[in-house]
């Protein structure tokens, strides 16, 4: 195997990994925390080339290259993590650029199509390769898997899953974060309520909804989670997500503009998102460091009695963007440690349990909490 040069990894690592976006809002989160398993030999990639960022090293690569294998094959990654968004439309080429070069493959996305059509287009090579490939090693869907496994444990069946995310303002969004929210506003796509998928559009069908910090204004976002979880709980009714940004008037302002798209207006909104960045920066001011995150699941106990579980997490300080990288950096250091996973291509339910995600929380002060209720 074709080995990094010495001056990019260094020698005596168990394990190195690549992380592509490693510069980016969330993989030079996950970068920083690696770092500092001394096994792990962390190379942080980008599209420029940069100077090493403290103790993490750094080297260009492009995953819209054409040469974007041999490339990634000279770095010689024992595994690949990649967080280089938006995956909304991307297609597998990373993954498979992994595979071909013996590396291990995590992946922070959150497009539904891309997560839905993983296994199926990226399976067939993981196996070849005896190497795993796993999906979605992020909030959704690892974190909130992890989340209704925990909450169901009591009851005898599920009827209902509601999550809702609620970003604090002042959080650095990232550009890849703004395109996938405006790459669904206003789009049409499915999700299961009363036991058949019925259709609901991006941003539209607000909610206010009600966090230990405050109640919120939240909307309809396109996510893996609502395909993959009734498929994970056979007998669930429903199954919703929704976002709920800080501010109520960036939120219905993102409202308006998906209610335009759905009307049929011409708008470009792909060019927007850097605008719509800004805009969001400037509103900061009236704002929150204060983010989280809510599951709620409703079922029936062993005596017939129906019940809710919600449990809730908050995120203060602008350590709520830590939480979509928790599941990658989980997942890392239980492969350095030499976890036995069966070889091929996996979306990312059932791989966590929540009690994993709590050292992590614990290490950003992040609180969470179960209530329980009966109906």
């Known amino acids: 195997m074709v080995r990094a040069p010495q001056h990019l990894l260094p020698h005596g690592v168990d394990m190195r990994v690549v992380v592509i976006g490693g510069l980016g809002n969330f993989g030079a989160r996950i970068c920083k925390?690696?770092?500092?398993?001394?096994?792990?030999?962390?190379?942080?990639?980008s599209r420029r080339p940069r100077s090493p960022v403290g103790p993490v090293r750094t080297a260009t690569l492009d995953i819209d290259s054409p040469n974007f294998a041999a490339e990634l094959k000279a770095l010689a990654?024992?595994?690949?993590?990649?967080?280089?968004?938006?995956?909304?439309?991307?297609?597998?080429?990373?993954?498979?650029?992994?595979?071909?070069?013996?590396?291990?493959?995590?992946?922070?996305?959150?497009g539904r199509d891309f997560v839905t059509g993983f296994v199926r287009a990226v399976g067939p090579a993981a196996k070849a390769a005896g190497r795993i490939a796993i999906t979605g090693a992020s909030t959704l869907p690892a974190l909130s898997s992890a989340v209704v496994d925990s909450l169901k444990e009591p009851f005898k069946s599920i009827s209902a899953i509601d999550i809702v995310i609620a970003p604090g303002q002042r959080a650095p969004r990232g550009a890849a974060t703004v395109a996938a929210v405006l790459g669904y506003a206003g789009r049409p796509f499915r999700w299961w309520q009363s036991s058949e998928w019925r259709t609901a559009y991006g941003w539209q069908e607000l909610k206010r909804k009600q966090f230990s910090?405050?109640?919120?204004?939240?909307?309809?976002?396109?996510?893996?989670?609502?395909?993959?979880?009734?498929?994970?709980?056979?007998?669930?009714?429903?199954?919703?997500?929704?976002?709920?940004?800080e501010v109520s008037l960036q939120h219905i302002g993102l409202w308006t503009i998906a209610a335009w798209r759905r009307m049929g207006l011409p708008l470009p909104v792909a060019k927007w998102g850097s605008g719509l960045d800004?805009?969001?920066?400037?509103?900061?001011?009236?704002?929150?460091?204060?983010?989280?995150?809510?599951?709620?699941?409703?079922?029936?106990?062993?005596?017939?009695?129906?019940?809710?579980?919600?449990?809730?997490?908050?995120?203060?300080?602008?350590?709520g963007p830590e939480i979509p990288c928790m599941a990658a950096i989980v997942l890392?250091?239980?492969?350095?440690?030499?976890?036995?996973?069966?070889?091929?291509?996996?979306?990312?339910?059932?791989?966590?349990?929540?009690?994993?995600?709590?050292?992590?929380?614990?290490?950003?002060?992040?609180?969470t909490q179960i209530k329980n209720s009966t109906l």
């Open 33 to 45: 925390r690696l770092v500092q398993e001394s096994e792990l030999g962390i190379l942080a990639t």
């Open 77 to 110: 990654p024992d595994l690949v993590i990649h967080c280089a968004g938006p995956f909304q439309g991307q297609d597998y080429r990373v993954a498979l650029a992994s595979m071909a070069c013996n590396a291990n493959y995590l992946d922070l996305a959150d």
């Open 213 to 245: 910090f405050g109640s919120r204004l939240a909307a309809a976002c396109d996510v893996p989670d609502l395909e993959l979880l009734p498929a994970r709980y056979p007998g669930v009714e429903t199954v919703t997500f929704r976002a709920a940004l």
């Open 278 to 319: 800004r805009v969001g920066t400037w509103l900061n001011r009236f704002g929150s460091d204060t983010g989280g995150m809510t599951v709620r699941v409703v079922g029936t106990n062993a005596a017939g009695e129906r019940q809710y579980r919600t449990w809730e997490l908050v995120a203060e300080a602008n350590h």
């Open 332 to 367: 890392a250091n239980r492969f350095q440690r030499g976890d036995v996973f069966v070889a091929g291509a996996k979306v990312s339910m059932g791989l966590l349990k929540l009690s994993e995600f709590e050292p992590e929380f614990a290490r950003w002060e992040i609180s």
